[in-house]
């Protein structure tokens, strides 16, 4: 897994906007607690010849049905929802392919992602049916400081499509607000005017 910025599409003309960014990217304390955009890097067909493995792309063959791929990714922060300063953590997914009969069992560490809600749309506008989108806005299943596996599981498809599933990219973005979303005081305490 690759862990880095794109720094190579700044403007090298250094702006205010982009010292700024190289000053907070040098010290981790600043980042800390700031909005992240996670992506998973992808095969670029030269990952191997530089000694790399890549996980993504991801094909989920019919014939693999019940099997489970991992997928190892890091995060930077501590998620704690008793902080209140995590506004969302959002897992975005976009796999060829798939169609709303398919069946998948998507799993975070271990747990199970079924019950959080989930949003799907056209992977592509210009294409539509060639990729779909998926959005897990999390709310009781975050992953943890540190190395974590997203587990993705082919539980059926219909029978007459032949055609595998390819998970293309695979996101989480992190959003941090500026203050705690509970209400100081306790729930019954209200703001005073």
Same mark, same amino acid.
């Given at each position: 897994?690759?862990?880095?910025?794109d720094?190579?599409?700044?403007?090298w003309?250094?702006?205010d906007?982009?010292?700024?960014?190289?000053?907070?990217f &040098?010290?981790?304390?600043?980042l800390?607690?700031?909005?992240?955009?996670?992506?998973?890097?992808r095969?670029?067909?030269?990952?191997?010849?530089?000694?790399?493995?890549?996980?993504?792309?991801?094909?989920?063959?019919?014939?693999?049905a019940?099997?489970?791929?991992?997928?190892?990714?890091?995060?930077?922060?501590?998620?704690?929802?008793?902080? &209140?300063?995590v506004?969302?953590?959002?897992?975005r997914?976009?796999?060829?392919?798939l169609?709303?009969?398919?069946?998948?069992?998507?799993?975070?560490?271990?747990?199970?992602l079924?019950?959080?809600?989930?949003?799907?749309?056209?992977?592509?506008?210009?294409?539509?049916?060639?990729?779909?989108?998926?959005?897990?806005?999390?709310?009781?299943?975050?992953?943890?400081?540190?190395?974590?596996?997203?587990?993705?599981t082919?539980?059926?498809?219909?029978?007459?499509?032949?055609s595998?599933?390819?998970v293309?990219?695979?996101?989480?973005?992190?959003?941090?607000?500026?203050?705690?979303?509970?209400?100081a005081? &306790?729930?019954?305490?209200?703001?005073?005017?």
């Amino acid at each position: 897994m690759l862990v880095g910025l794109d720094a190579l599409r700044l403007n090298w003309r250094r702006g205010d906007a982009e010292r700024a960014f190289l000053s907070a990217f &040098g010290a981790p304390a600043a980042l800390e607690e700031q909005d992240k955009h996670y992506v998973i890097a992808r095969d670029t067909g030269t990952t191997e010849k530089n000694g790399l493995s890549m996980h993504l792309p991801l094909t989920l063959a019919p014939s693999d049905a019940g099997q489970t791929h991992t997928i190892p990714f890091h995060v930077a922060d501590t998620l704690e929802p008793e902080s &209140g300063r995590v506004r969302s953590v959002v897992l975005r997914l976009q796999i060829g392919d798939l169609v709303s009969a398919d069946v998948l069992r998507l799993e975070i560490n271990g747990a199970d992602l079924s019950a959080e809600p989930c949003r799907r749309d056209f992977g592509e506008r210009l294409t539509p049916y060639n990729w779909m989108l998926l959005e897990y806005d999390l709310q009781s299943v975050w992953p943890k400081r540190g190395a974590n596996t997203l587990s993705i599981t082919l539980l059926s498809r219909p029978a007459d499509l032949l055609s595998s599933l390819v998970v293309e990219d695979v996101e989480l973005i992190v959003s941090f607000g500026s203050f705690p979303a509970t209400r100081a005081g &306790g729930a019954e305490a209200g703001p005073r005017l």
